[in-house]
């Protein structure tokens, strides 16, 4: 089914077998991203600490604010915002590291809007977005539930990469805490560089730069975790797509005329039935779209390509920073461009399978024709 429709009280009940020990399919939740009920509630371990909804939602809100003041600040008070965890003053950028800040909450805050609205609609009607891919690779259905060839080798890569890259995306992520700490708490450090007396610092101000430190390095963890899983599961469906899009473009190529049968079939499968097939995986990306993802590819390209353009900014253009921060600056710009460009170019691909079914469709409808077999494709979108 495109769109799972199933009562609220099933869900903590759903025991499925999976042939897999580590079940896949519930990160966007163990972070704080998703606040949908697990996809397997019987097996997902509890929220990661400190990644409560409520909370994200909180700090973000508090840095929004933050940043859309320090942005009217006057020149020369710059050096005081130090003391609430803004280093982008040391760094000699101000606005445009504010303004980037700005834009990775805008990313942070639109994502759990989505993730509120799609509560909504399973709370008033029943129905959770699709999860085709992940049942599918946790083994709770065979492929040939989903119109897939079993131990095909697209298939068995498709699952070894799922299984591979949620682990390394946890890891990621660990890897990157320390260093986002270790930025957020430059701040405390900058204060000694500006050799400030201790009547300009008084204990009040050091444990409101702290508190500000820790706030800014777990809230810019958060928005790297909400980025990164996000982009991960659309990899993750788009391949999933494929392999469908791959399988029924095989079957349409096996058929023969007049006898519309496929090879190595006892049974007529006409036509009519692959296009219905077509039909419904059209549905099912329909259905992906308007349920989370078409509005997610908004955000990414809206958010993303002004931060890119922003780092370009900042390396050519502003002679205030060091060179550290300037080749800092570079390659995280660089890495933003490498993944949009990675995003959409998986995006098309699937689009590009969507135009070649078409053009194959088109040569056996005229082949349908010249046998006196008329085809009428109906999809309903």
Not at 114 to 130: A, C, H, I, V
Not at 142 to 152: K, Q
Not at 353 to 360: R, S
Request: aromatic share 14%.
């Amino acid at each position: 089914m495109a769109v799972q429709k199933v009562k609220k009280k099933s869900l903590t009940h759903h025991n499925q077998k999976s042939s897999t020990s580590v079940f896949f399919g519930d990160e966007l939740y163990r972070i704080g991203a998703s606040l949908l009920p697990p996809l397997f509630p019987a097996v997902t371990r509890r929220r990661i600490r400190f990644h409560s909804p409520f909370l994200i939602l909180l700090l973000t809100g508090l840095f929004v604010t933050q940043g859309l003041i320090f942005l009217n600040v006057p020149t020369y008070l710059h050096r005081k915002l130090i003391w609430f965890g803004d280093i982008s003053v040391i760094i000699g950028a101000h606005v445009p590291f504010t303004a980037l800040e700005l834009t990775y909450d805008y990313i942070t805050a639109s994502i759990l809007f989505l993730s509120w609205r799609q509560k909504r609609e399973f709370e008033r009607f029943g129905t959770l977005p699709p999860q085709e891919h992940f049942l599918l690779v946790n083994g709770v259905h065979p492929p040939e539930h989903f119109g897939l060839e079993n131990r095909s080798q697209q298939l068995e890569a498709f699952i070894a990469f799922v299984r591979r890259s949620f682990p390394l995306c946890a890891l990621t992520t660990s890897v990157v805490l320390p260093v986002e700490v270790a930025t957020a708490f430059y701040a405390i450090f900058a204060i000694k560089m500006l050799s400030m007396s201790p009547e300009e610092a008084p204990l009040l101000l050091w444990i409101i730069t702290g508190v500000f430190s820790s706030s800014y390095a777990l809230k810019t963890h958060l928005a790297f975790s909400f980025l990164l899983y996000h982009i991960l599961h659309f990899y993750v469906i788009c391949g999933y797509l494929s392999l469908k899009f791959d399988r029924l473009f095989s079957s349409i190529s096996a058929l023969h005329f007049p006898s519309l049968k496929l090879p190595n079939s006892s049974s007529e499968e006409p036509k009519v039935f692959l296009l219905g097939r077509l039909s419904e995986l059209l549905v099912l990306i329909r259905s992906y779209n308007s349920s989370f993802w078409s509005a997610f590819i908004f955000l990414l390209w809206s958010s993303l390509t002004v931060n890119v353009a922003i780092f370009l900014y900042i390396v050519c253009y502003i002679e205030a920073i060091n060179r550290f921060n300037r080749v800092v600056s570079a390659l995280v710009g660089g890495l933003e461009f490498v993944a949009l460009s990675a995003f959409f170019m998986k995006a098309g691909e699937v689009n590009q399978k969507a135009v070649k079914i078409y053009k194959k469709l088109n040569g056996v409808v005229a082949r349908g024709l010249k046998f006196g077999v008329m085809i009428k494709l109906k999809v309903s979108l």
